[in-house]
């Protein structure tokens, strides 16, 4: 494996049938494209995958997108899919590297220690001629204790503060021209540009191929964009999930991650009380 967070193609193939190994599919595209995560993995997942929906997942009782659920829902979630303690879960998506690395945050979230994320994802899987099955999984119900790690999570207050007294870079995930606020956002009623004080990463520069940089290339990547990978980071993006993208690689480059910002700009572009500056990265 070239990153620790990985399994290879290769890997998975040969541990398909373990018995203590999980696959989940997190396919997940935004609203525009007109792509439905689950329709497409009813037509075609990796054998044994089960259906990891961030839209249903979720806590259901706030306006924001996909937002980490409560323990308890969670709990609920992981059973029915089957995926329980003491398990190891390899998670991929139909894009090579994007929700993918969402799910791989949330279940780390709540304390499950044996989580991978599949190289390349089901593209790769698909063009080597990997064998692929269809319809609805059905899971053997599990049971899977949550253990939330607040630090893993940075709310509003903890950006607002790392911000104000720079203790944690924060590092925006989404394009350059929506971070300079030259181009609107794709959700309705939304500022355009960023925090004051952020640095802006956009996520498609730390993948190659659908596939994460390699560790030189990422640390490259990351201090052309003013990242000191010595300085903790909290990340961020439109709605938590390409910011898991960038959470993945800053840890892949040795760096340290402080939290991630759930609500991301989907919170705060919404509310009076955040300011938001244009232009270039140092905002």
């Not at 590092?171 to 309705?188: K, T």
């Not at 898991?244 to 340290?256: D, R, S, T, W």
């Amino acid at each position: 494996m070239s990153h620790a967070n990985f399994v290879t193609t290769d890997w998975l193939d040969a541990h398909l049938g373990d018995p203590d190994l999980r696959v989940i599919d997190a396919s997940w595209h935004l609203p525009t494209t007109a792509r439905k995560g689950d329709a497409e993995y009813l037509g075609a997942h990796i054998p044994g995958a089960v259906f990891f929906n961030i839209d249903t997942i979720a806590d259901r009782s706030t306006y924001l997108p996909h937002m980490l659920p409560k323990p308890e829902a969670f709990a609920r979630a992981m059973g029915e899919l089957g995926l329980g303690d003491g398990m190891r879960f390899v998670i991929y998506d139909s894009l090579g590297l994007f929700a993918a690395a969402r799910v791989w945050w949330t279940l780390r979230a709540y304390g499950a220690k044996d989580v991978f994320i599949l190289e390349g994802g089901l593209p790769k899987w698909t063009h080597e001629g990997r064998s692929i099955e269809a319809g609805e999984a059905k899971p053997k119900p599990a049971t899977f204790t949550p253990k939330l790690k607040d630090s893993v999570v940075a709310q509003l207050i903890d950006v607002k503060t790392a911000l104000e007294s720079g203790a944690a870079q924060v590092v925006d995930a989404r394009p350059a021209e929506r971070f300079a606020g030259r181009a609107a956002e794709p959700r309705p009623g939304l500022k355009s540009g960023h925090m004051p004080g952020s640095l802006n990463l956009p996520y498609g520069e730390v993948l190659e191929h659908g596939r994460l940089k390699s560790k030189a290339a990422l640390a490259e990547t990351i201090a052309a964009h003013g990242i000191d990978l010595t300085k903790p980071v909290m990340t961020t993006c439109g709605s938590g999930v390409s910011a898991a993208v960038i959470a993945l690689a800053i840890e892949e480059a040795g760096g340290e991650i402080a939290g991630l910002y759930d609500g991301s700009w989907s919170e705060w572009g919404g509310r009076e009380d955040c300011p938001v500056a244009t232009g270039s990265a140092k905002g």
